[in-house]
């Protein structure tokens, strides 16, 4: 629920921590000056399980004598109409101490997208893209380090001289040694004795291994494929950057996978490049968006 408190900031968060047992509370002063404050808390309810409902209330100072408060109410398993009656106590409490209110909206699904602000649902949209370019950059990062590592230079002589997997890696205890595909594949038991390294990752053995072979396929192959293995032990490629530009064929066959998608063949991929610039474009949008909206709210305040 979203009030209008008629009240200085002071005085209603005051309040709420006298009121609310237990309390938690913390403030924060805006750049604008104005104050904003989260409050936490619980209830116990006696449904024959004893359920807990935990309590939020959000604090933002408006124009003077006047605070927005929002109000949520959650718990697992707990019926709608005990996070009514939670949220409704606090109410009643406001009414009992003469502080007038006016009630802006009220909803009952708590995680429901139609509860998002224009602005929430830009911050999520920027999230959504930025954590997407992070992924890339991760990919194209961890690609290069690969490509630049001294794989056996922390090796014993013994192990070092014969071939090993160019993903062996040491740990702190001088007799085991780590399977460094783990890190780009699931291992099932990606720590390894002496005698099972020189047993498996030797002599140029790991050229067969499973995990290498999957960890080559990983850093090869363009950060947009998406591969996922069939019952007969082959391969279906999708081509990922559709979900940011208009691919006419996002289902790949292996000809058209080992033509374009390995190695650094995508580097000239009009789908990849397209999908980065979308990417790019579209943070950029975002941002702008984002800043006139301050700006907005800020002249509202004024």
Known sequence: MKLLVNSDFPSLFYFLSRIMNPFQGTCFKLKNGKLMGIVMSEELFFTGHGYVASLVILLKEKEKDKVS?????????????????????????????????????????????YNLSDFDKLILDQGRLLSAKRQLENFELEKKRIKERE?????????????????????EFSDIFICGASKYTYVPHSSLSKKET????????????????????????????????????????????????????????????????????????????????????KIKEI???????????????E
Request: charged share 30%; glycine share 0%; aromatic share 14%.
């Open 69 to 113: 408060m929002e109000i949520f109410s959650y718990a697992t398993r707990l019926r709608d109409k005990n996070h009514k009656k939670h949220v409704k106590s606090i109410l009643e409490l406001l009414k009992t101490y003469k502080f007038q209110y006016e009630i802006l909206k009220e909803f009952n699904d708590f995680f429901s997208q």
């Open 151 to 171: 794989p056996f230079r922390d090796l014993p002589t013994e192990i070092k001289f014969s071939a090993p997997c160019p993903l062996l890696e040491t740990s």
């Open 198 to 281: 020189i047993n498996q990752c030797t002599e140029n053995r790991y050229m067969n291994c499973k995990y290498y072979i999957e960890t080559l396929d990983k850093i090869r192959t363009c950060p947009f494929l998406k591969s996922q293995a069939t019952l007969l032990g082959d391969y279906i490629y999708t081509c990922k950057a559709s979900k940011h530009v208009h691919v006419p064929f996002s289902r790949i066959s292996r000809k058209q996978f080992t033509k374009h998608c390995i190695k650094d063949r995508y580097y000239d991929c009009e789908y990849y490049l397209n999908a980065l610039n979308t990417i790019e474009n």
């Open 287 to 301: 941002e702008e968006k984002i800043e006139n909206n301050e700006i907005n709210q800020q002249k509202l305040l």
